[in-house]
């Protein structure tokens, strides 16, 4: 249920029930990412690191508010694999220290492009978001077709949900070799 208040300015604002706001966000499908250590080799970690989900979490509990920031102080180590959660990567990068600068130079990459295909003829394209993720790691759910199909199927779920007939999703894959990868 949706009420209406009123600012200090006058100004109206629409505010959603905090039980509402949580079935919302239940009825959402989403992705949760492979977090990936960016070690001398990349492996999988076996878990989220321990300060994004506290991050997460802060976030969670501020919904609230309408802008919401998150702690002071924060390293690459955190607020890396944490962007890529909040943007649904299915990859999440985690440095190995604060310092690390390079990382995956020559390494072979896949790299995956969604697109959002707004015209029958396939001439209007926006990017809707672009990820790379070690090919040493391609298996299991990060296999390209694995990840080609999580993609399409869960930005093709939102488009039936918000009833955008004629809008389809396209996911570009490419392997790449690049002299440093940018965070």
């Not at 239940?26 to 492996?43: A, C, G, H, N």
């Not at 990840?147 to 039936?160: D, G, H, K, M, Q």
Request: with cysteine.
């Amino acid at each position: 249920m949706l009420k209406k208040r009123q600012d200090k300015l006058g100004f109206r604002h629409e505010q959603r029930d905090a039980e509402e706001k949580c079935n919302h966000a239940q009825t959402r499908e989403t992705v949760w990412p492979t977090f990936i250590i960016l070690s001398d080799t990349p492996k999988k970690r076996s878990s989220a690191p321990e300060d994004v989900l506290k991050v997460l979490q802060h976030i969670l509990d501020n919904l609230q508010d309408v802008c919401i920031s998150v702690p002071t102080g924060l390293t690459s180590q955190t607020l890396v694999p944490l962007a890529a959660v909040l943007l649904e990567y299915l990859v999440a990068y985690v440095p190995t220290s604060p310092e690390q600068t390079s990382f995956l130079s020559n390494e072979a990459l896949d790299v995956y492009e969604c697109l959002l295909i707004v015209d029958e003829l396939g001439n209007s394209k926006q990017p809707l978001l672009k990820f790379s993720s070690p090919a040493c790691l391609a298996i299991d759910e990060l296999a390209p077709e694995k990840v080609i199909e999580t993609l399409a199927s869960l930005f093709t779920n939102r488009l039936r949900q918000e009833k955008c007939d004629g809008w389809t999703i396209r996911v570009d894959h490419s392997v790449q070799c690049l002299d440093r990868v940018a965070l």
